[in-house]
């Protein structure tokens, strides 16, 4: 690519305008007015960091200035065009040689399930080891209950990454009415909207569901209409795991159009969680979902979408593979059925079609909690177990509840979605079950920035910094200057290594230089330092 083109293309995919576009935003594009371009205001005499010399992508801009930069506390206090003399200029505690480095925002990962995690592993560092210095969890209807309580663990135990939650629709609807399948009452979605408002004022950024998961595939779209309304008048957002991702039950379009609606008719921003075509009975269908979104957002609508970068996606294989009535109750609910020959029969019926549209049983891989068929396939389990797919899939989720990963994605799509200005990076992460958690920011420079040049570096960094502050209105994050708080991440591109894979998903990343969370330094080449300066970000409080 000539440089007229790479300019061009940065333009289209990494600058600021992208989102306001997108979305009408004035008010976003007007905080992060603050953020474009490098400053020369006055050299600090005296500052904790100096990242010397590096080639500043400030998050929001397409072109990197060679620049340098000072840390006093956590936040950034100076930021210019580098000088040869800084070292003498600014004595700094620690100064940090970024010649021929990329520096730019520490990545803020918009979706992840890692809450009950890190009251576990609260380092986070394979995502620290990534480049990321916040994260977003509450994801697709699941959060920690009530956030102010979990906000507390996390702020007594200390974290690495600055850690935000959203209220998740199926949490409440479980503490309302359990698993049921049927439909709220008033009353009940009346004590819904309760909690909901509750976890909003502890700082929750809003509402996410799970609409195929249980029990969020049982209610009906006025259910979560209802409990968006309740999130509205502070602002807050509706993020989905849409009803149907596939061609099954509503269908891929139609879901959707269904979460477009939902926020269209509640007055709420909507982001689409992972967005994707999955499974071959929906493939190639992006350009008709991307039509559907950009038409509500030239309607005026502030909608968004965050992706992982994986052709596989990973759930339990009960989810993936069984059907959706079979599951009320849970997976207790399904052994349950199980035990009905007749409503086995039923069962197994369905199952050959899921497992088809998974791709197969050659390329189902058996991971977390599979026991000595972990890395497998469900060919080879079965093959093992002595048993057809059928059997064998519902002999390993009786006995293990296994999770697992299924490729059902298209590149064409993958990448027709990536290559949206209001699309995100994200990783959608649970630990040790699908590379994703500990690869994808590794994985988007590797393969779709070095390897395939999908995304020009800034448009990369763009996505993975200043549009999810714009997109979630978290306050002086992703973006580098003066008054930020120092996020920084450091790294050389073709020497980044996202070591994860379908049968070693805990692999960590390689190829960071640097990683800072509010102005310590918590990564520092590889290797994690022990650092727990990440802070918990609640809407209102942290946000603009
Ligand atoms: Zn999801």
Same mark, same amino acid.
């Given at each position: 690519?000539?440089?007229?083109? %790479?300019?061009?293309k940065?333009?289209?995919?990494?600058?600021?305008?992208g989102?306001?576009?997108?979305?009408?935003?004035?008010? !976003?594009?007007?905080?992060?007015?603050?953020?474009?371009?490098?400053?020369?205001?006055?050299?600090?005499?005296?500052?904790?960091?100096?990242?010397?010399?590096?080639?500043?992508?400030?998050?929001?801009?397409?072109?990197?200035?060679?620049?340098?930069?000072?840390?006093?506390?956590?936040?950034?206090?100076?930021?210019?065009?580098?000088?040869?003399?800084?070292?003498?200029?600014?004595?700094?505690?620690?100064?940090?040689?970024?010649?021929?480095?990329?520096?730019?925002?520490?990545?803020?990962?918009?979706?992840?399930?890692?809450?009950?995690?890190?009251?576990?592993?609260k380092?986070?560092?394979p995502?620290?080891?990534?480049?990321?210095?916040?994260?977003?969890?509450?994801?697709?209807?699941?959060?920690?209950?009530?956030?102010?309580?979990?906000?507390?663990?996390?702020?007594?135990?200390?974290?690495?990454?600055?850690?935000?939650?959203?209220?998740?629709?199926?949490?409440?609807?479980?503490?309302?009415?359990?698993?049921?399948?049927r439909?709220?009452?008033?009353?009940?979605?009346?004590?819904?909207?309760?909690?909901?408002?509750?976890?909003?004022?502890?700082?929750?950024?809003?509402?996410?569901?799970?609409?195929?998961?249980?029990?969020?595939? %049982?209610?009906?779209?006025? $259910?979560?209409?209802?409990?968006?309304?309740?999130?509205?008048?502070?602002?807050?957002?509706?993020?989905?795991?849409?009803?149907?991702?596939?061609?099954?039950?509503?269908?891929?379009?139609?879901?959707?159009?269904?979460?477009?609606?939902?926020?269209?008719?509640?007055?709420?921003?909507?982001?689409?969680?992972?967005?994707?075509?999955?499974?071959?009975?929906?493939?190639?269908?992006?350009?008709?979902?991307?039509?559907?979104?950009?038409?509500?957002q030239?309607?005026?609508?502030?909608v968004?979408?965050?992706?992982?970068?994986?052709?596989?996606?990973g759930?339990?294989?009960?989810?993936a593979?069984?059907?959706?009535?079979?599951?009320?109750?849970?997976?207790?609910? +399904?052994?349950?059925?199980?035990?009905?020959?007749?409503?086995?029969?039923k069962?197994?019926?369905?199952?050959?079609?899921?497992?088809?549209?998974?791709?197969?049983?050659?390329?189902?891989? +058996?991971t977390?909690?599979?026991?000595?068929?972990?890395?497998?396939?469900?060919?080879?389990?079965?093959?093992?177990?002595?048993?057809?797919?059928?059997?064998?899939?519902l002999?390993?989720?009786?006995?293990?509840?296994?999770?697992?990963?299924?490729?059902?994605?298209?590149?064409?799509?993958?990448?027709?979605?990536?290559?949206?200005?209001?699309?995100?990076?994200?990783?959608?992460?649970?630990?040790?079950?699908?590379?994703?958690?500990?690869?994808?920011?590794?994985?988007?420079?590797?393969?779709?920035?070095?390897?395939?040049?999908v995304?020009?570096?800034?448009?990369?960094?763009?996505?993975?910094?200043s549009?999810?502050? $714009?997109?979630y209105?978290? &306050?002086?994050?992703?973006?580098?200057?003066?008054?930020? %708080?120092?996020?920084?991440?450091?790294?050389?591109?073709?020497?980044?290594?996202?070591n !994860?894979?379908?049968?070693?998903?805990?692999?960590?990343?390689?190829?960071?230089?640097?990683?800072?969370?509010?102005g310590?330094?918590?990564?520092?080449?590889?290797?994690?330092?022990?650092?727990?300066?990440? &802070?918990v970000?609640?809407?209102?409080?942290?946000? %603009?």
């Open positions: 690519m000539d440089r007229r083109d %790479f300019i061009r940065s333009l289209v995919l990494g600058g600021t305008a989102l306001a576009i997108a979305t009408g935003d004035a008010e !976003a594009k007007e905080a992060l007015a603050g953020a474009a371009g490098v400053k020369t205001g006055r050299c600090p005499r005296k500052a904790d960091i100096l990242i010397k010399a590096g080639e500043l992508y400030n998050g929001t801009d397409p072109l990197p200035v060679t620049s340098d930069i000072a840390i006093t506390g956590e936040r950034i206090v100076y930021v210019g065009k580098a000088n040869p003399k800084i070292e003498s200029r600014c004595k700094a505690k620690k100064v940090i040689d970024a010649t021929g480095y990329v520096v730019c925002p520490g990545f803020i990962d918009p979706h992840c399930h890692l809450e009950s995690l890190l009251l576990k592993q380092a986070n560092e995502y620290l080891r990534m480049g990321v210095t916040t994260v977003i969890a509450g994801m697709c209807g699941g959060s920690q209950y009530p956030l102010s309580k979990y906000y507390g663990k996390l702020e007594s135990q200390g974290i690495g990454t600055n850690t935000a939650s959203f209220t998740g629709h199926n949490t409440v609807r479980t503490k309302v009415m359990g698993s049921e399948d439909f709220a009452t008033d009353e009940e979605i009346a004590k819904m909207q309760d909690l909901v408002r509750k976890d909003l004022e502890d700082g929750s950024f809003g509402l996410s569901s799970g609409l195929y998961y249980v029990p969020g595939c %049982f209610s009906k779209q006025s $259910e979560v209409v209802e409990l968006c309304k309740t999130i509205a008048p502070v602002g807050g957002i509706y993020t989905t795991h849409v009803r149907n991702e596939n061609k099954y039950g509503i269908g891929l379009y139609d879901s959707i159009i269904e979460a477009l609606e939902i926020g269209k008719s509640a007055g709420v921003q909507v982001n689409i969680s992972h967005i994707k075509c999955l499974g071959k009975g929906v493939w190639y269908q992006s350009d008709k979902v991307i039509a559907a979104i950009e038409k509500y030239k309607e005026g609508m502030k968004t979408a965050d992706q992982y970068p994986y052709l596989a996606s759930l339990g294989l009960a989810s593979i069984t059907p959706s009535w079979s599951r009320d109750g849970g997976v207790k609910g +399904l052994r349950e059925r199980m035990k009905d020959p007749e409503v086995l029969a069962i197994k019926a369905e199952m050959p079609g899921l497992i088809d549209e998974r791709g197969g049983a050659d390329t189902i891989i +058996l977390a909690g599979a026991k000595e068929y972990s890395g497998k396939t469900l060919a080879v389990a079965a093959q093992m177990l002595g048993l057809n797919e059928v059997d064998a899939a002999a390993l989720i009786d006995k293990y509840n296994p999770s697992c990963n299924t490729f059902v994605m298209n590149e064409k799509d993958v990448v027709n979605y990536m290559t949206r200005p209001w699309v995100m990076s994200c990783s959608d992460g649970t630990f040790g079950s699908h590379p994703r958690a500990a690869g994808t920011y590794a994985e988007l420079i590797q393969k779709y920035v070095v390897e395939k040049g995304l020009p570096l800034a448009a990369f960094i763009r996505r993975s910094t549009l999810v502050a $714009e997109t209105r978290i &306050k002086d994050r992703g973006v580098i200057r003066e008054g930020a %708080f120092a996020d920084v991440t450091i790294f050389r591109p073709a020497e980044v290594r996202a !994860a894979t379908y049968t070693s998903a805990k692999l960590l990343a390689n190829g960071f230089k640097n990683v800072i969370v509010n310590q330094v918590a990564v520092e080449d590889d290797n994690y330092l022990g650092t727990l300066s990440g &802070k970000i609640r809407r209102g409080v942290d946000t %603009f």
